[in-house]
Structure formats: structure tokens, C-alpha cells
């Protein structure tokens, strides 16, 4: 992961890393991994997503809010309430990495410095997504499923990505499939 971090960091400042990838990809465990080595913020799109049919409304949250936004931010869905909640506002001077689905979008692209799609066949996708929120998510699977579907044929983020990641293994681990080292 040290030289996907250089070569992060050669792209330039301020620092802002998209990674999307379809739920159970290991979006939040490798995100998680790269903000520690960037020393980044790190900011999950399942913290502003308004509700399970939510996933264009954040990816354009984050264009709006806290990729354009002046000052930059992001506003936290309150899950349980069913309803907007606080303000966040990162801080500038740091780097961050948002990580979500709907994070790489067109107009999302354009405003960071790196983008990944991470990748997983459907099977080991699906299985890790029910063995991290079992049956609060199956009840929801198909209908998630449909929106990133309509995302990725809209917005085609794995060819907006710099780096496309197969994670089938293991998200902490992976292997990347566009020729750049990642350990």
C-alpha cells in the first residue's frame, strides 16, 4: 500500500480521494487502511446517505456540500430519526478520502485528486454485506442493488477510476487490475 500512497501524493494538493465500489466490495476496509497511511480524514457516504433510497442525493451531497462547497461540509443522516442531522466541516488543510457508493460520479471526479472503484464478484459481495449487517440489509439488497446499478450505468466509475482494485480476497489486501503496485 506504500506505493499506492506516493503515488497518491504525487498528484497533488489538497488531497481528496474518491473510492466507490458496490456494497460488500470492501469499500470501508480498504478506506479505512488508506486514510491511516495518508494520515486523511476519512468520511463515509453511509454517514450522509438520506435513507436506503438515498444514493444519488449523497454522491451529489458530496459534489455540493464538501467537494464545491464554500466552506466545505457534509451533513450527517440521523438514521434512527429518519432525518438531516449536524454539520461536519473537514478540515481543509488536511487530506481526505470519501469512501462510498456513489462517491465516483462524473462531476465528483473532476474535483478530486485520485479516484478507486473497488471490485468484488456479486456472490462475495453479497455474502460479506449480510455477514456485516445481516438481516437490517437483506430486507434492503435489492432495492440498493437497483440504484447502484442505475449509478454505474449512468456514471461508468470504474473508467473514471485511476486505480480499479480486485478485492475478492481479501479489501485490505488487494490486487490492482490497471498495473500499479499496492503493497
Partial sequence: MDSLVEWILRHGRPVRVLVDGRSG??????????????????I???SIYPGWSGLEEASRHVHDELLTGNPARWRRWDWE??????WHMPNPERAWVIEGCGALSWDNRLQASFAIWLDAPDEVRHRRALERDGELFAAHWQMWADQEREFIDREHPQELADLVLDTRHDPSLVSARRGASTE
Fill in 81 to 86: 430519526a429518519d432525518a438531516p442531522a449536524e
Fill in 25 to 42: 466490495s470492501g469499500k470501508t476496509t480498504f478506506a479505512a487502511g488508506l486514510a491511516r497511511r495518508l494520515d486523511a480524514e476519512l
Fill in 44 to 46: 463515509h457516504l453511509d
